[in-house]
């Protein structure tokens, strides 16, 4: 049961940011978009490392993958607000797990960027291109796992084919992961770019999956190309 609103609450006068010196006209635009986003205010409120908070919560408000007890991974986790509302809903340590006997929720993530530590998370500062990635994923998860999220993003480099299919990649290896670690009935959200490459994925997932769906959650920036595609009900 969802207790608190996955939406911002309330209104606030807009800010107007003035230009200074040394400021680029799109570092001024990009701090006026911060300071009139209500779900950057909202994020803040609540203690949510990043406004993405609010992406998750949106999608798991409509899909209902984090449950307690639950086992989740988080690859892309920093700096951190996924893995927050997945502690939040999966509760680590409360109550009886899914499975293997484990106690309460598991929740592991991963990032080239070192995390703050979570209570109740273990997040790696690694890449999760390597090698031994899944692996060690794997052994901190002590078993299947119910939810495989993927937020990964690689930095922007300005061409949009290149950041297409890097993104792409990310979330096609996420996919993989998801399929050697998922239990049978488990769920798989990842972020996608609207576009060509996505056609072939979605026909993995539909493969995988018993219901794929692509969603942008109301958080995600219109303005973005960004999506997620959301599998439910693994088949193993
Ligand atoms: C949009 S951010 C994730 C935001 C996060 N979901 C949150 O709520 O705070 C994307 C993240 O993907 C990470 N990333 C990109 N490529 C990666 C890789 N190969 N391995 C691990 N993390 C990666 C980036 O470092 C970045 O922190």
């Given at each position: 049961m969802t207790t608190k609103s996955s939406k911002p609450t309330g209104r606030r006068a807009t800010v107007r940011v003035k230009t200074a010196r040394g400021r680029t006209v799109s570092s001024q635009r990009w701090l006026q978009r911060q300071l009139n986003d209500p779900y950057v205010a909202e994020a803040k409120k609540r203690g949510y490392?990043?406004?993405a908070a609010f992406k998750l919560l949106q999608l798991d408000d409509q899909f209902r993958f984090l449950k307690p007890g639950g086992r989740v991974v988080d690859l892309g986790a920093a700096p951190g607000g996924w893995t927050q509302v997945a502690v939040e809903r999966v509760k680590?340590?409360?109550?009886?797990?899914?499975?293997?006997?484990?106690?309460g929720g598991v929740v592991v993530g991963i990032d080239l960027t070192p995390v703050e530590p979570i209570a109740g998370a273990t997040v790696l500062a690694k890449d999760f291109y390597d090698d031994d990635a899944p692996a060690v994923l794997q052994e901190l998860l002590g078993g299947p796992a119910d939810v495989v999220l993927s937020d990964m993003a690689a930095a922007a480099t300005g061409e949009t084919q290149v950041d297409h299919l890097r993104i792409m990649g990310l979330a096609e290896a996420a996919h993989d992961f998801a399929c050697q670690v998922l239990k049978p009935g488990g769920s798989f959200v990842a972020k996608v770019l609207r576009g060509g490459t996505e056609r072939t994925l979605l026909d993995r997932l539909k493969r995988d999956f018993t219901k794929v769906r692509h969603v942008k959650p109301e958080a995600s920036r219109a303005d973005s190309a960004e999506m997620y595609v959301v599998g439910t009900g693994f088949r193993g």
């Open positions: 490392r990043s406004r680590p340590g409360q109550g009886k797990g899914q499975g293997q006997g484990k106690v």
